[in-house]
Nanobody, 127 residues
Framework: QVTVVESGGGLVAAGGSLELSCVIS????????IGWFRQAPGKGREGVAV???????NYADSVKGRFTISRDNSKNTLYLQMNMLKPEDTAMYLC?????????????????????WGQGTQVTVSS
């Protein structure tokens, strides 16, 4: 059974930085499209940044220039470097993955396009 474990969240002042990590177990990490989504209380799940199995990236307009997504296939790990954090970035951040063999296009920021999810890590940005 594949497990998805996020880490790296916490409390940070506005303007600060955090790096999130997501480890996905198993032998097929390199074949997954993977991404970061976030959900604030009372709001829907929002796509933040995704990276497909070929290494192409897509970002939400709200985080472009501040967040960077990357993957290390040798470590089964997805990263999200978050700089210049704002209070409106406060949310639960979740990692999602999808097999390239199930879905060829892996750059969607729509949560409904992703089947497999972690439990999330909380990010709180104070003003």
């Amino acid at each position: 059974q594949v497990t998805v474990v996020e880490s790296g969240g916490g409390l940070v002042a506005a303007g600060g930085s955090l790096e999130l990590s997501c480890v996905i177990s198993g032998d097929f990490f390199s074949t997954y499209h993977i991404g970061w989504f976030r959900q604030a209380p009372g709001k829907g799940r929002e796509g933040v940044a995704v990276i497909d199995a070929g290494g192409n990236e897509n970002y939400a307009d709200s985080v472009k220039g501040r967040f960077t997504i990357s993957r290390d296939n040798s470590k089964n790990t997805l990263y999200l470097q978050m700089n210049m954090l704002k209070p409106e970035d406060t949310a639960m951040y979740l990692c999602a993955y999808e097999s390239r063999y199930y879905k060829a296009y892996g750059l969607s920021l729509e949560a409904a396009d992703w089947r497999f999810w972690g439990q999330g890590t909380q990010v709180t940005v104070s003003s």
